[in-house]
């Protein structure tokens, strides 16, 4: 049978049909018959679909699982706390739900009233992983004083070597190598001891640096690894340290492909502009968002809310480092990194803050 045509609302409800489309809080009216007849465009927001394509259809068709029966709602008020809304583009929203008895007009029905709950547990999160980046912060200035006399050595002796091969001799273009990733390195460590402030930025296209990072990675990736994009053009250049960006980027890439050693898989890198977007203390006009999500076998849950501090690792041979490097490098740009994993799908969202000085 097809879905049956929607009920309209009685005309005396019109006034409030025009005061519920107004409110910035999700709201949907079930009827008697627990068919949807009433969904604002907050409500249609969090389901990403227009209210009018919705009509009609059970109240079970949005919200599965919520509640075994809406009679449990037909005396009292019930609030249902931690739903996951899982959007049309897969994408999933917590929400807390309130349902109550609802008389609109004279018709018995019931008042669905849903909250965003997703900002809520972002602030607690980038609270934690500030708390995070603090203990790490130290760990790795201390680790960067330890590292820096081995560079030295090892760049004053590959510098001896050139001196004892031709320049146009096939060693030499190794030794170059060596010579460059040790410098690059030396800066790194550099980077960590120095105040904020020293930091080289300039503004870049976040897609180039992207592009960047894919080509040093090309050679670690395993044969079943793939990479899909999916890039918003429309991003503006960022004013960034692009060096410390690289060694961010490839740290998150890393742990993608090792998490998909075994059985391989797709890496999806997606950038993306939010509006109006906390970090911190500070809500910001634009942040990019660079968001790289894997296959793999997920990060176990007795160490996920860990992972930024350093010297915690869910891999036998890993050092527990690059990802508190990651987040070092962020918060020198006043971003941030948030993890969300489950076997089958974990994503690293790399938040960069587009300012208007700098932009």
């Known amino acids: 049978m097809g879905k049956q045509k929607p009920r309209m609302l009685p005309p005396?409800?019109?006034f409030f049909r025009e005061v519920l489309e107004g409110l910035t809080t999700a709201v949907i009216w079930v009827d008697g018959h627990q068919k949807i007849a009433f969904m604002?465009?907050?409500?249609?927001?969090?389901?990403q679909l227009s209210p009018n394509r919705i009509l009609g259809s059970r109240w079970q068709t949005l919200l599965p699982n919520l509640l075994e029966s809406l009679d449990l709602a037909s005396e009292k008020k019930i609030t249902i706390h931690e739903y996951v809304v899982e959007q049309a583009d897969l994408d999933k929203v917590r929400v807390s739900c309130t349902i109550s008895p609802y008389e609109?007009?004279?018709e018995r029905g019931w008042l669905f009233e849903l909250y965003n709950t997703e900002r809520h547990h972002r602030i607690v999160e980038e609270d934690e992983r500030w708390h995070q980046y603090e203990a790490g912060n130290l760990l790795v200035r201390t680790l960067a004083h330890e590292i820096k006399n081995p560079l030295?050595?090892?760049l004053g002796a590959t510098q001896l070597l050139q001196r004892r091969y031709k320049p146009d001799e096939k060693a030499n273009d190794f030794l170059d190598i060596i010579a460059r990733e040790v410098q690059r390195l030396k800066n790194l460590v550099d980077r960590m001891l120095g105040p904020r402030q020293s930091a080289h930025k300039e503004l870049h296209n976040i897609h180039e640096l992207i592009r960047y990072v894919l080509q040093i990675i090309e050679g670690e990736k395993p044969k079943n690894v793939f990479i899909k994009l999916d890039y918003d053009p429309s991003i503006p250049e960022v004013l960034i340290d692009f060096e410390a960006m690289v060694q961010a980027l490839l740290n998150l890439l890393k742990n993608a492909i090792q998490a998909m050693h075994q059985y391989g898989g797709l890496?999806?890198?997606k950038?993306?502009?939010?509006?109006?977007f906390t970090l911190g203390t500070q809500t910001y006009p634009l942040v990019a968002m660079i968001?790289?999500?894997?296959?793999?076998e997920g990060i176990p849950p007795e160490v996920f809310d860990s992972i930024f501090y350093p010297m915690v690792s869910s891999k036998k041979e890993g050092s527990g480092l690059g990802l508190p490097v990651a987040?070092?490098?962020?918060r020198q740009h006043d971003g941030l990194i948030v993890a969300e994993s489950m076997p089958g799908k974990t994503t690293f969202n790399v938040y960069l803050p587009l300012k208007q000085k700098e932009r």
């Not at 604002?40 to 389901?47: H, T, Y």
């Not at 950038?271 to 109006?276: A, D, E, I, L, S």
């Not at 968001?291 to 793999?296: A, K, L, R, V």
């Open 267 to 269: 890496i999806t890198i």
């Open 104 to 106: 609109m007009g004279t």
């Open 152 to 154: 030295a050595g090892i």
């Open 327 to 330: 987040q070092n490098v962020l």
């Open 271 to 276: 950038t993306r502009v939010q509006h109006k």
């Open 40 to 47: 604002n465009v907050a409500a249609g927001e969090i389901f």
């Open 291 to 296: 968001s790289i999500t894997d296959e793999g």
């Open 12 to 14: 005396q409800a019109e």
